[in-house]
């Protein structure tokens, strides 16, 4: 339970930063979404099932705090953790370009579903137009933040397995 | 053998309940967005405790900007002085002839025994302490709820023009849709007199920086440039707020309407302070005034003197009639 409120804290934390402190650097109103690297780097570090949980319980607060598409949010994040924990036995996690090259993968995959979505909504444009807007920029702060976020996450990680102890 | 079987067995379940969620998931974001699906105690729970904290950070965020933009406004104030004092030559001009409009507007208005139409506006000023960097959705938090005043559907503006309504109310927050949002339809007309041509202003899922008007037909009188204000039908929005000027023209896909893309009134960009229009009634008529010139900066310093003067003489003259007027009553 102590270990489930740190991590609670510690989303609740990115997602404040995200919507608090980014919009200062965003470019078209586009920043960096925290909490889809944290997803990732979860199931990187702690596999599957726990990613799937973690990506599914961050992506529901950020649906209920932004008051956006209500489960569109718990959708992406959920299978970004579930890729990442399916990954995670066949990759060395303490590489520095996992994160990096991770987060450029998860950006590109959460943008092409939430189109779909989208789309499937009835809310008709046109892609590449939108990916110019939307998905560049995303990238570009992705890999900007995607090392720091794998880090703490890590830390805290490592900090609640101590505690546990 | 027993054990791998059970393990197999465990496996499969649990590839069948994580298929179970994300069709679930995948069925409440099309029920949600029909409205047929909404979980407003959780969210209401939710965004009240974390409130606080976005408000924390969104200030340490502010103090930072406002660090930056002096900085910077030092470096730039010679030229910027330049240029202002410019500007406020164009406006003085622009101001004297607005007067004349005015005061040949009261009087057709008396002429004609018309209605005053101009609205008065109860504001709540807020500060925007959140806002969803989802690109598909726009969407920000604002650090004034229920406790003051602010409710539902109640309209959101700037200085330059609107912002958008609020769609959740909390205590101590509220989330507002922007008209970028691609859920956000704001019923609008086009200003300019020659034209009034309404339509509808809906965010563009394909260029978030840009809402378009649609619903205006092929052969209605719109131009680049012309500024699209409210239109008050339907009640949510005040009739008469800037919502922004038409940037381009294109036409429908079915070829019968045409839609206007527009460059917003307010920079969402710089979306640091906003107020809530928490009630509008018919205003009286104001008195035309004299702007009063900063000292300094005045265009023409020897009228400015003697209107000065003037006034002044005036204010005299009506304490005088005043307390002759009093005399009288007392008498």
Known sequence: ?165 | MGTRLRRDGHKKSRTWALLFVFVSVFCIIFFAAQGRFQAPVLAKSVSTVAAPFEKAISWVGSQLRYVTSNIWEIATVHEQNKMLRNEVDQLRIQNLQASEYAAENARLRALLGYKQAAMQFDLVAARVIGREADSWSHMIVIDRGTADGVKENMAVVTEKGLVGHVIEAGPNYAKVQLILDPRSSVGTLVQRAESRVVGIVEGDPANPTMPRMINVPKNADIEEGDIIVTSGFGGMYPKGLVVGIVSSLENDEAGLLKIALLEPAVDFQKLEDVAVIVNSREAPPEPLKTPVQTPGTETDPAAEKKAQEAQAAGGEEAVQQDAQVQAGESD
Request: hydrophobic share 60%.
């Open chain 1, 1 to 165: 339970m102590k270990a489930f409120l740190k991590w609670a804290l510690f989303v609740l934390l990115l997602y404040v930063l995200q919507a608090s402190l980014l919009p200062l650097i965003a470019f078209h109103g586009a920043s960096a979404d925290f909490l889809l690297l944290f997803a990732v780097s979860f199931g990187f570090i702690r596999g599957m099932r726990l990613g799937v949980l973690a990506g599914f319980l961050a992506g529901l607060l950020q649906d209920l705090l932004s008051g956006t598409f209500l489960g569109m949010n718990t959708l992406t994040k959920m299978l970004a953790g579930f890729i990442a924990g399916a990954l995670s036995d066949h990759v060395f996690k303490e590489q520095m370009f996992l994160p990096v090259v991770s987060s450029v993968i998860a950006a590109v995959a959460n943008y092409f579903l939430l189109a779909v979505l989208m789309l499937l909504l009835g809310y008709r444009f046109n892609l590449l137009e939108n990916a110019e807007y939307i998905l560049l920029p995303l990238i570009v702060y992705q890999l900007v933040f995607s090392y720091p976020v794998h880090k703490l996450t890590r830390q805290v990680n490592e900090w609640v397995a101590q505690e546990g102890k």
